[in-house]
C-alpha cells in the first residue's frame, strides 16, 4: 500500500509541475498518470476480501478516488485549456499528498497493534 501511495504521489507531482510550468499534458500522459491508479485498484480488489474492515484500506479508497479526480481534472485543465483552474489543481494536490500521508500514518498505528 505505501508503494502505491508514493507513486502516486509521485505522479502527482509530476503533474503539478507541468501545470507550474505551464506544459500542456498530453493524452499519452493522461495514460501515465492513469495506468498506477488501475494497478493500486487492483491490489484494492486482490486485499478487499481478507483486509475489509481496516482502515488503512478505506483510507486508501479514498486517496484513490482523490488521485482519480486529479487525473480527470488535470486531462479537463488540457482540454479546456484553462489556466485559471491551476491553483485549485495545486491545493488538490497537496490535499492529496495529505490523505497520503494519513493513509501511511493509519497503516502504522493497524502494524503496531498487530
Known amino acids: 500500500m505505501r508503494t502505491h501511495v508514493d507513486l502516486l504521489i509521485s505522479m502527482a507531482k509530476k ?3 507541468l501545470c507550474e510550468a505551464h506544459r500542456s ?17 487492483d491490489f ?12 488503512s484500506l478505506h483510507a486508501f479508497t ?7 479526480a486529479l487525473v480527470e481534472e ?3 485543465m488540457r482540454i479546456m485549456n484553462d489556466p485559471s ?3 485549485n489543481f495545486l491545493e488538490r494536490v497537496q490535499a492529496l499528498q495529505r490523505q497520503g500521508e494519513h493513509v501511511k500514518a493509519v497503516l502504522a498505528q493497524e502494524e503496531q497493534r498487530g
Open 62 to 68: 479514498d486517496f484513490l478516488d482523490m488521485y482519480a
Open 25 to 41: 499534458i498530453t493524452p499519452a500522459m493522461v495514460e501515465e498518470f492513469t495506468y498506477p491508479v488501475k494497478r493500486a485498484r
Open 15 to 17: 503533474m503539478r509541475d
Open 44 to 55: 484494492v480488489r486482490i486485499v478487499h476480501p481478507r483486509y475489509a474492515q481496516r482502515r
Open 85 to 87: 483552474a491551476i491553483s
Open 74 to 76: 488535470a486531462d479537463r
